[in-house]
């Protein structure tokens, strides 16, 4: 699965996108799901955090990047 976050793409963008592209594979593996959301994002400060301190779940993940994409609104 190869997502890539776009120049002009938002952090929510990127999100509903990779999630559309990743219920489309079978038998998803967690951790290959968050090293394939990491890997598509642009570098970055959340590449950095989660580079740093990597999310232990998908949920953690989403949560810590729901909340950058909130702050990216605001």
């Known amino acids: 699965m190869t997502v890539h976050q776009g120049p002009e793409e938002s952090l929510r963008e990127y999100m509903v996108r990779f999630n559309n592209e990743s219920l489309q ?13 990491v890997n598509g994002l642009r570098r970055q400060k959340l590449y950095a955090e989660f ?19 909130n702050a990216e609104e605001v």
Do not use: G, I, N, W
């Open 25 to 37: 594979v079978r038998d998803r593996d967690d951790k290959v799901v968050m090293a394939a959301f």
């Open 51 to 69: 580079v740093e301190r990597p999310p232990k779940s998908v949920r953690e993940m989403l949560d810590r990047t729901h909340e950058k994409a």
